[in-house]
């Protein structure tokens, strides 16, 4: 341990200044690699390498329950997949969910987000009341509105009864349709407080000054709105789009314990069908085909996020 | 006149937010404090009709609900220490040092945390079988820092960056070695940051279900949400189990974020806004 | 830095010893004389079937001195149970020895080779009921003993049903006559949700109109007309309110609380609800009958539900665990199972008139038993019944007619069949 101070150049030494910079400034950059590899090392061991072993699997029949019948198949999972109407039948009703949820996730948390932004006493009240269904787990929170929609013990029945409202007896879980509300009001409980957030941090770097000199201009409320708070905001609004448009497109949890994809087929979505294949059906290299396709839908809008933070000149640069 | 009417509506949509957002936890609060029975019959007011606290206890007495509990705090604990010591090491390297490729590892990362958890869940579960790991706390654990370590490194990252390198400088000047400028002078200044990283890595994780429902087949290593979606078994449904469960699930998160409000807040706009 | 690394290398170094000392232990020749034996023996259930589970165990180490049995405790939810052993058997591994298994999973084992044909043994099937055995057979081979039965039959109302219903009109007429005496009555109470559940109660009623799912060749017949009619008859007690649609969401636990708190005039469950509405307290005590189900055309059928014992095929120690096997399926065993759990037993000889008397209904139950029909004997099972769970689902919830149901899941069911769907 003694002959730590020989490694690399103490600061003390008389050294010719250019030089002792240069190899400073190399040994600086070389131990800033060394700090960033395990964090990546460990990201592209528990991420790439299921990837590469996805894209193995993808070409292979492996079926866990039938072992040591394993062999190659080329592309016939990617074909059965595409040929199954299944998989388009969840893909469209992912696509659907995607687009209702996040429309009005998107919706709610502007709102909110222009609520916070104002000063008002409950503000605080708001803001902490707003982020604890956040910080619930997905999966509670399902249960926990699975529960608020049954039809012996929860609220939605009780409440429709007692104002004599229409749907009350209903079965919310058995309709094709209506079994959405519930999923979606669980969704939207747990994500939109996320998009407020982000959209409220927008809002607090737009100066107070533009809005000032509109007014002097003689714009009103709206005109301000539309003119200049939304043009401003727009990165922000991307941004919660995107990994919003991204989660929703990977659904999994609320699904799985509110419906099971039922009634029917008709809540099922494209990850639930994937992990079925995987964990029900035991068909690996099925699985691993459905898997590519999603990460390659994923990747896709994942590669615009990335775009859009760098053009922004977010932390990144 | 018009702006009366304007706060009436301000006033009433704020009501309408903290209702949609906390009257469920009073739900299922209400509905964790009544029997059996009232449970299975139809609703009939908004109070308990009769309290009962025997579901609590039956969640800790028959279904060992502190197992769980332990469990998804270990789990997501260790996740989010690895992920904290990681990210912290990755954001210095990022922050201070001359390293070429910071835009795209920094992308890389972010990517990473893109990538849909059921495509991971095949290939994990045939590597965790290999290494006799399924089932165990590693099988979450390392599959957990996906979910931690990205997010943790960006706000890592964008705290540290605002961190002025000049009193680093000092120190080393000074005549400090790099390990004693970072526990000395910079550990104490970063701490809340990586405190505020260590919150939301950790509510990450936490949050898992795919996972947990995928590697772990025995209820003694069931995390917290598991536990909750198991408690309907071959025979029975049992709702005030899965009310008080809720509750129990949901009172520390609730404190967490009661107490740690800001934090979270500025945790979860730091990566992707910057602010 | 370099202490910690030996120490953690010593760690491993310790813990990789501890392994070899381990296997070590296992594979200790069988050279000479009696040697200390550990199986590993899985099995499924809590609370008093544990306490069934671990007596047995211990009255059998008795009897074997040199056989230490260790119980590895399943989960109580069949999947994740499933899921376990899925993984210690592909796995290769040769623990657990003995395994509990649900009738719907020997096939499944079996055809993967992961367990062992019995014939080997001789095993004695003769006193065992017929339909369970059937579960335990593939290809020819016995690769499961019974264990406990379990069957999915209809409970009703003696006071307010005279005679059981011969026919589903019948049940529909009683059904409906007791609910015009008493508007807050349920007529039938059914599991309706999208899980296994249904699909036995399917079953029970499919049976009666002389329905399969496949026939004796193993071709799918899901939508025969006797499967119309049968899936028609659950469709219709929605639609005309003998069941309420909130079935559709019902799993045994709700369909055990309308029965227990007296709303329902008939309700399909299993044995295990029979000793729960004649214990003291119940609203239903003394009220109560089990019967198999009405007949249309076809015979009384009774979804069989229950445990097998089967072999681990890479046991280390295949005559050990056949002796814990035979062991645990004698009559006397059975018999002491069933007073401590009431389990019911899965062979005749067990119910003796002692355990009889101390729980009558077993008497009852017996007759259901005797037209116990398993779900199809296929490894292939998990996926056929998620078809058979979308169709019930679809139709209850009104998106699609029993026919048009059924006939896609033939459809899905015929490609898993063939091998081109999954």
Redesign the interface.
């Known amino acids: 341990m003694a002959a730590k101070p020989q490694i690399g150049p103490s600061l003390g030494t008389a050294s010719p200044r250019p030089r002792r910079r240069r190899s400073y400034m190399a040994s600086r950059s070389r131990v800033g690699y060394l700090l960033v590899l395990p964090a990546v090392a460990a990201l592209a061991a528990i991420a790439i390498y299921p990837l590469i072993y996805n894209i193995v699997l993808s070409s292979r029949f492996d079926v866990l329950t039938e072992p040591g019948t394993g062999h190659f198949t080329g592309l016939a999972n990617y074909r059965q997949m595409l040929t199954d109407p299944n998989f388009w039948g969840d893909l469209g009703r992912t696509g659907i969910f995607m687009v209702i949820s996040v429309t009005l996730e998107f919706a709610a948390g502007l709102i909110l987000a222009l609520i916070v932004h104002r000063e008002f006493k409950a503000r605080g009240l708001v803001r902490a009341s707003i982020l604890i269904p956040w910080a619930i787990p997905t999966a509670v929170s399902a249960l926990l509105w699975k529960m608020f929609f049954d039809i012996r013990s929860g609220f939605v029945d009780f409440a429709l009864k007692a104002l004599h409202l229409p749907g009350a007896n209903l079965v919310w879980f058995n309709s094709p349709v209506l079994a959405w509300v519930p999923i979606i009001l669980s969704d939207m409980w747990k994500n939109t407080p996320f998009i407020a957030l982000l959209l409220l941090a927008g809002l607090q770097t737009i100066p107070q000054e533009i809005y000032e000199s509109a007014r002097i201009d003689g714009a009103t409320g709206w005109q301000a709105f539309w003119s200049i708070t939304l043009p401003l905001l727009r990165p922000a609004v991307m941004v919660a789009l995107i990994f919003r448009t991204l989660s929703a497109m990977l659904v999994f949890d609320t699904i799985f314990v509110m419906t099971g994809g039922g009634p029917g087929q008709s809540t099922e979505v494209v990850a639930y069908y994937d992990w079925y294949k995987y964990m029900v059906s035991l068909n690996f290299g099925f699985g691993a085909a459905v898997a590519v396709a999603i990460t390659v839908l994923a990747l896709i809008l994942a590669t615009v996020y990335v775009r859009l933070l760098r053009q922004r000149g977010g932390f990144m640069t | 006149m018009r702006q009366r009417m304007g706060r009436t509506g301000f006033n009433a949509l704020v009501a309408i937010i903290i209702l949609y957002s906390l009257f469920p936890f009073y739900w299922v609060f209400k509905s964790s404090v009544e029997s059996s029975i009232a449970l299975n019959r139809q609703t009939s007011s908004l109070w308990p009709t009769n309290w009962t606290f025997v579901h609590y206890e039956a969640i800790f007495a028959v279904e060992n609900f502190l197992r769980p509990l332990l469990n998804s705090m270990f789990v997501a604990g260790m996740a989010t220490l690895i992920s904290v010591v990681l990210g912290s090491m990755a954001a210095y390297g990022l922050s201070r040092m001359p390293i070429k490729g910071k835009v795209p590892i920094l992308g890389f990362i972010l990517l990473v945390s893109f990538f849909p958890q059921i495509a991971m869940v095949g290939p994990l579960f045939l590597v965790f079988r290999h290494l006799h790991w399924l089932n165990t706390y590693q099988s979450l654990i390392f599959p957990y820092l996906i979910l931690s370590l990205p997010i943790t490194t960006w706000i890592l990252t964008a705290f540290f960056s605002q961190i002025p390198a000049d009193i680093e400088e000092a120190a080393m000047m000074d005549g400090a070695t790099i390990t004693q400028t970072i526990t000395r002078v910079f550990a104490p200044i970063a701490m809340p940051g990586i405190f505020t990283a260590a919150i939301l890595g950790f509510l990450l994780s936490w949050n898992d279900f795919l996972f947990a429902l995928s590697f772990i087949q025995t209820p003694n290593m069931d995390t917290v949400p598991l536990a909750l979606v198991n408690f309907r078994n071959a025979y029975y449904v049992h709702y005030g189990q899965i009310y008080a469960g809720v509750v129990i699930a949901s009172l520390p998160i609730a404190l967490i974020v009661l107490f740690l409000q800001k934090r979270i807040e500025s945790g979860l706009t730091a990566g992707s806004v910057k602010g | 830095m370099p202490r910690q690394v030996r120490r953690r290398s010593l760690a491993l170094l310790s813990g990789a010893g501890l392994l070899l000392t381990i296997a070590g232990c296992g594979s200790a020749p069988a050279a000479s004389g009696p040697h200390n034996v550990t199986i590993v023996f899985a099995s499924q259930g809590l609370g008093t079937e544990a306490q069934a589970t671990q007596a047995a165990v211990n009255s059998f180490e008795k009897l074997h001195p040199h056989i230490h049995v260790q119980i590895e405790?399943?989960?109580?939810?069949?999947n994740?149970?499933y899921?376990?052993l899925?993984?210690d058997l592909?796995?290769g591994s040769g623990t657990p020895d003995v395994i509990t298994a649900d009738v719907i999973w020997p096939a499944?084992f079996a055809?993967?080779?992961?367990i062992l044909p019995l014939n080997q043994f001789h095993p004695d099937t003769s006193r065992f009921y017929q339909g369970m055995v059937k579960s335990g057979e593939y290809q020819g081979k016995l690769y499961a003993m019974p264990w406990f039965i379990n069957v999915e039959g209809l409970y009703y109302r003696t006071d307010l049903v005279k005679t059981p219903p011969a026919t589903f009109a019948q049940l529909t007429s009683d059904a409906k006559s007791a609910m015009k005496n008493n508007s807050k009555l349920t007529g039938l109470a059914f599991e309706g949700?999208?899980?296994e559940g249904a699909v036995t109660v399917f079953q029970d009623i499919s049976g009666g109109f002389g329905g399969e799912f496949l026939n004796a060749q193993g071709k799918p017949v899901l939508n025969s007309p006797q499967n119309i009619k049968a899936l028609t008859w659950l469709n219709n007690a929605i639609k005309t309110g003998i069941s309420p649609?909130?079935v559709?969401?019902w799993?045994?636990?709700?369909v055990?609380?309308a029965f227990l708190?007296g709303d329902a005039v008939f309700a399909t469950n299993?044995p295990?609800l029979y000793p729960l509405a004649e214990a003291s307290g119940s609203a239903v005590k003394g009220k109560v009958a089990f019967v198999p189900t009405p007949v249309d055309g076809g015979q009384a059928t009774a979804s069989l539900g229950g445990d097998d014992l089967v072999i681990n095929k890479n046991t280390k120690y295949p005559k050990q665990s056949w002796e814990l096997v035979q062991y645990l399926t004698s009559a006397k065993t059975m018999t002491a199972r069933a007073l401590i759990s009431g389990d019911p037993p899965a062979r005749t000889d067990a119910y003796t008139p002692a355990l009889l008397q101390k729980a009558p209904w077993f008497k009852q139950e017996e007759a259901v038993y005797a037209d116990a029909t398993p779900r199809p004997v296929t490894?292939l099972y998990?996926?056929i019944s998620?078809q058979i769970q979308?169709?019930l689902?679809?139709?209850?919830?009104?998106?699609?007619t029993p026919t048009k149901?059924l006939d896609q899941a033939q459809k899905a069911v015929e490609a898993i069949v063939s091998g081109?769907?999954?």
Do not use: C, R, V
């Open positions: 405790t399943l989960s109580a939810s069949s994740d149970a899921q376990t899925i993984t592909t796995s499944t055809a993967a080779k992961w949700n999208k899980y649609a909130a559709t969401g799993e045994e636990g709700n055990q609380q708190s299993w295990y490894p998990p996926q998620a979308e169709a689902s679809a139709t209850y919830s009104g998106q699609l149901a081109h769907g999954s």
